[in-house]
């Protein structure tokens, strides 16, 4: 077989098995797996084969450094949102298995009957489209909740809350993935300084595994949406589920003061000069007697 057939056949296999073998596997059964590893695959490169590579060169050894803890944190990223499911389904006394939809069916059901018997929650859920810092809080109204019931509606809280959590890292995760692609240019660019005293031999080992770094990061980036969906999944489930509290609860306000009450009008008088409150008037005084006549002097001709 000719040197080039060899090579494409050994590009073919490391393809084939990286994209079958996204397997989540133990940090500490990795450096002794020789077959599909951590996203990787047989092979003579390290990378392929899902290990830590070490060139000897501080920039590179960090390139290869961040790539495998990034393949170790994929690794278990669908363990973990399962794990989130199947904690918060044995709460409900459901299979650890159920389904992110058939959880929030269930969940949904049960705060329905809760709702029934005098007790809402509302679930605020924020961060889920951002990069920073996600959270999930319940408020309760109501009955206070006890036993089986605070435990259930505090594990959708916590389990939501993880949820969003793992959703963000994984989105965060597919960016640096990006960032790593981007890198490589680079540093395959700057193999012949690097490794200029290593010879032929090391600046071939260095590529083989900056080549199965390139075929690799596609396949971790899908690994990481695929996670970062049922994540977002997960927590937009229990939150739709935890609205049964749309104001019904809510106590009702006191009621408003009387007014106080507006004085009485004054009534009219009465006839016959009654004042109010049957007050007879008092009698008009007589106006004063005119004086009396002055007497006429007599007349001389008066006989």
Aim: charged letters at 30%.
């Amino acid at each position: 077989m000719s040197l080039r057939n060899r090579i494409q056949r050994r590009s073919g296999a490391i393809t084939l098995c990286l994209s079958t073998c996204i397997l989540p596997i133990a940090a500490t059964s990795v450096a002794a797996t020789t077959g599909c590893g951590i996203l990787g695959s047989p092979g003579p490169s390290a990378v392929s084969q899902g290990q830590r590579y070490q060139s000897g060169d501080p920039t590179f050894d960090e390139f290869f450094t961040n790539l495998y803890d990034m393949q170790i944190d994929l690794a278990k990223a669908p363990a973990s949102e399962k794990e989130i499911r199947a904690t918060l389904a044995s709460k409900a006394k459901l299979d650890e298995g159920t389904s992110a939809t058939m959880l929030g069916k269930k969940l949904g059901k049960r705060l329905e009957e809760l709702a029934a018997a005098g007790t809402g929650v509302k679930m605020e859920l924020e961060g889920l489209d951002d990069d920073d810092d996600p959270s999930a809080k319940i408020s309760v109204k109501g009955k206070d909740l006890e036993g089986d019931d605070k435990a259930l509606v505090d594990a959708m809280e916590a389990a939501a809350k993880s949820a969003a959590k793992l959703h963000v890292r994984m989105k965060k995760a597919r960016k640096a993935l990006e960032q790593a692609n981007g890198q490589i240019l680079a540093l395959e660019q700057a193999v012949d300084t690097a490794f200029r005293k290593g010879g032929p031999k090391k600046k071939a080992e260095v590529r083989k595994n900056l080549d199965d770094a390139k075929k690799l990061i596609p396949l971790m980036q899908a690994r990481a949406d695929e996670v970062a969906d049922a994540a977002k999944s997960t927590a937009k489930k229990i939150s739709d589920a935890a609205q049964t509290d749309t104001g019904q609860f809510d106590a009702p306000p006191p009621p408003a003061e009387p007014p106080p009450p507006e004085p009485e009008p004054d009534k009219p008088e009465k006839k016959g000069g009654e004042k109010k409150g049957g007050e007879k008037k008092p009698p008009a005084e007589k106006p004063p007697a005119p004086p009396p006549d002055k007497p006429k002097p007599p007349s001389d001709f008066e006989p």
